[in-house]
């Protein structure tokens, strides 16, 4: 498992250059393997603990306090917040592992200004790359959802992208780290967990390999999603016109370009005008 996690920094850069780091932690496993882990590689730099309380559980409390406990027994600061997820669904009318991700994603990236610090590790693993592969697909998506999590992105690192569940449960078990179970994670009201526990064990009778053929479909994807952005980036800066403040292209340069290009270089648009900095895809 070591191994794998630190080829996958080095190769793709998720730590050059940081000195300081936050460690998404719920106190299961994966984060708990992943918090182990860093520290010990890499306890020279400046190392954070970050919890969201989803107070969806009875067992949310304790969970808590067991992150709590395991920052202080290693030294390091932890930062906890309490939100209220089922508000937040029915407030926002999406279910609750929509406003969930949504509600992590946006206290990692305040703590990160607040701290600061430059990048934040999650502990997502190669059966969750698969999962979010086979959602995406199931959802028709298109290049962007098939190439799903990547190792490196927006200040989000993801070290053990290409570490297995099974690796990462064989670590606990070696290095004697206890952790706390989320029953949620068997309940089949969620996605995510019809797909773990059904769904994918029935496309293993057609591939044994289906994990692997998932996360390499989204390592593909991913490289042909980056070629075709970095493209429809060239064909932003060759079309574009400024008149004033707004932006205008030719549009009879632009019916010859590919549709999929097309289609990118309205989303650089719609995103230039909606920010100063530079357009982002």
């Not at 393997?33 to 010990?40: M, P």
């Not at 969806?56 to 906890?80: I, K, N, Q, T, W």
């Not at 053929?213 to 429809?232: K, Q, S, V, W």
């Not at 270089?265 to 895809?281: H, K, N, Y």
Request: glycine share 6%.
């Amino acid at each position: 498992m070591e191994k794998k996690a630190r080829r996958l920094v080095e190769r793709e850069g998720i730590l050059t250059g940081v000195k300081s780091l936050l460690l998404a932690v719920s106190g299961g496993a994966d984060s708990i393997a992943l918090a182990d882990w860093v520290t010990r590689e890499y306890g020279h730099l400046q190392i954070a603990l970050a919890h969201l309380n989803h107070g969806l559980r009875r067992a949310a409390a304790a969970e808590e306090a067991f992150v709590r406990d395991f920052g202080r027994e290693r030294g390091l600061p932890v930062y906890v917040q309490k939100t209220d997820i089922a508000q937040a669904a029915k407030e926002n009318k999406i279910g609750l592992e929509e406003a969930g991700r949504l509600a992590r994603y946006g206290y990692f990236r305040r703590l990160m200004r607040d701290i600061p610090a430059q990048v934040v590790l999650t502990a997502h693993h190669r059966d969750d790359q698969a999962e979010t592969v086979l959602a995406n697909l199931l959802r028709g998506s298109g290049l962007e959802g098939l190439a799903a999590m990547e190792p490196i992105a927006c200040g989000l690192g993801r070290p053990f992208l290409e570490v297995t569940k099974e690796e990462i449960l064989a670590s606990c078990a070696e290095r004697g780290l206890r952790y706390m179970e989320d029953e949620s994670n068997q309940d089949p009201a969620f996605l995510r967990n019809r797909l773990r526990h059904r769904l994918l064990p029935e496309l293993e009778h057609y591939n044994p390999q289906i994990r692997e053929a998932l996360c390499r479909l989204a390592a593909i994807c991913r490289e042909d999603n980056g070629a075709l952005n970095e493209a429809a980036l060239e064909l932003f800066s060759a079309l574009r016109k400024e008149e004033g403040a707004e932006l205008a292209f030719d549009l009879e340069a632009l019916s010859y370009a590919p549709a999929a290009l097309q289609s990118r270089l309205v989303r650089i648009t719609r995103r230039r005008r909606s920010a100063s900095s530079a357009p982002r895809l």
